[in-house]
C-alpha cells in the first residue's frame, strides 16, 4: 500500500504542471481510475484541464477534490533538490513542488478508490473525483467551472473531501471543516492636483482615501464565533503623488481585503463601506469590488465523524477543526449543500522552495481516506 501511494506521488511531482498547466497527471490518474471502474470525463474549459470520475450508479456521492497544478518553484538554486525530481532523501522525506499541495493527497486518494473498489465491489452510493488544473490560478475555469457543468446535468455531492494541506504538527492533528470568505477591493480617489504651499487650490485624494481607510480599519466588525475568528480588514497597497514633495496628489489608490465569517457577507461589508465613502466626500462607485469566496462551514454531520474516527483509529489523534488559513476550491463546492472538510498533509512548506513531507505519511493519509469510504459507502 505504502510503495503504491508513494510512487504515484512521486510520479505525479516530476510532471511540471506549474498552473494552468497539467503536463499530464490527469491522463495518468484517469487511467488507473478506468481500470478501477470509474467512467472518467475529461473536461477542458479555457486553458484548464479537468477531471470528472465516478463510480456507482446511485445514492449518497463521496467526492475526493483536488487540483493537480503547483505554483512555480522560483529559482532552481534555492532548492536543496531539484523542485521536480520528487526526492526521497536519507531521512525519509518527500521532496518537491506539489509534495505537499497537494499532489501527495491526490495519490492517496487514487490508491485509497483503487483498495476501496477491490474490497467493496457492491458498495452503497457512488465515490466521484473532481480534479483541476486550475486551484493555484484564476480558479475560473476549474472546479468553478465543474460545478456548473455538475449543476446542468443534476449531479449533486453529498460529501466532498478536499485534499488541501491541513495538517499542523502531525498528519491528521488538523482538518478544515470551513473557510473564511475573502472580498477584495480597489478604490480610485479622484480629487484635484495641485501645490502643497497652496492646499486651498488643490483636493487632496490621498487625505480623504486615507481618512477612509483608517475608519475601515478602526471599526469593529464583528466577534467571530466557536469556528471563526472575528472579521479581518488588511490594506494591502496605496499609491498617490508624483514622486515630488510639492505636489498635492490629485489621484490615491489602494487595494485591500477583508477575510469575514459567516456574520458578514459581501453585501453588508459593501453597505457599510459605501454608507462611510459619504463621511470622507468619496463617491462609492470609485471602488471596484471583487469576491473571491463566501465563507463555508461544516458544523457536524456524517463526513466530520467518519473523518475524526478515520484519523483516531490510524494515528491516535483526536483531530481539531479549524477554519483558518486561505480560499480554497472548497469554496465552490459548499454552496450546493455538501459536506465539505479538508484533509491532507503537513502545511509547513507550501509555497516554499524545499516543499516536502514525510514520505511515509502519503501511505497513512491514502489508509485514512479508504476508512472514510468505507464509513460513508462501505
Not at 503504491?4 to 498547466?21: G, H, K, Q, Y
Not at 478544515?176 to 487650490?201: E, M, T, W
Not at 490594506?235 to 514633495?245: D, L, R
Amino acid at each position: 500500500m505504502g510503495d503504491d501511494a508513494l510512487a504515484l506521488a512521486r510520479a505525479l511531482i516530476t510532471r511540471e504542471s506549474v498552473t494552468p498547466a497539467d503536463a499530464g497527471c490527469q491522463a495518468l490518474i484517469g487511467a488507473r481510475l478506468e481500470a478501477a471502474g470509474f467512467a472518467v470525463e475529461h473536461l477542458r474549459f479555457g486553458e484548464v484541464d479537468n477531471l470528472w470520475a465516478v463510480a456507482g450508479e446511485s445514492g449518497p456521492l463521496l467526492c475526493f477534490a483536488g487540483h493537480t497544478d503547483v505554483v512555480p518553484p522560483g529559482p532552481v538554486r534555492d532548492w536543496t533538490h531539484p523542485p521536480f525530481s520528487a526526492h526521497v532523501d536519507d531521512d525519509g522525506w518527500l521532496n518537491g513542488r506539489g509534495a505537499s499541495d497537494m499532489k501527495s493527497s491526490v495519490a492517496a486518494m487514487v490508491c485509497a478508490a483503487e483498495r476501496f473498489r477491490a474490497a467493496h465491489p457492491d458498495h452503497a452510493g457512488r465515490l466521484a473525483f473532481l480534479l483541476t488544473s486550475d486551484e493555484e490560478g484564476p480558479a475560473v475555469d476549474g472546479t468553478r467551472a465543474v460545478m456548473d457543468w455538475l449543476a446542468a446535468r443534476n449531479i449533486a455531492i453529498d460529501y466532498c473531501l478536499v485534499g488541501e494541506p491541513s495538517s499542523s504538527a502531525q498528519l491528521g492533528d488538523t482538518v478544515k471543516n470551513g473557510r473564511r470568505g475573502s472580498l477584495n477591493g480597489y478604490a480610485r480617489v479622484q480629487g484635484r492636483q495641485g501645490h502643497v504651499a497652496y492646499p486651498h487650490k488643490a483636493d487632496n485624494a490621498l487625505h480623504r482615501l486615507v481618512a477612509l481607510l483608517s475608519d475601515l480599519t478602526a471599526h469593529h466588525w464583528d466577534d467571530g464565533d466557536e469556528f471563526f475568528p472575528p472579521t479581518s480588514f488588511q490594506v494591502s497597497n496605496i499609491e498617490a503623488g508624483t514622486g515630488a514633495e510639492n505636489v498635492i496628489p490629485g489621484v490615491a489608490e489602494a487595494r485591500f481585503n477583508w477575510r469575514f465569517n459567516p456574520a458578514q457577507s459581501e453585501e453588508t461589508i459593501r453597505a457599510h463601506v459605501e454608507r462611510r465613502c459619504e463621511a470622507f466626500d468619496i463617491v462609492p462607485g470609485e471602488i471596484e469590488w471583487r469576491l473571491s469566496g463566501a465563507p463555508f462551514i461544516t458544523r457536524s454531520g456524517p463526513l466530520i465523524e467518519a473523518t475524526r474516527q478515520a484519523i483516531q483509529a490510524r494515528t491516535g489523534i483526536d483531530t481539531t477543526l479549524s477554519t483558518a488559513g486561505g480560499t480554497s476550491d472548497g469554496r465552490f463546492i459548499a454552496p450546493t449543500g455538501a459536506e465539505v472538510i479538508e484533509l491532507g498533509p503537513l502545511n509547513d512548506t507550501i509555497h516554499q522552495a524545499d516543499e516536502r513531507i514525510q514520505a511515509g505519511d502519503v501511505a497513512r493519509l491514502s489508509a485514512i481516506y479508504e476508512d472514510i469510504a468505507a464509513a460513508l459507502l462501505g
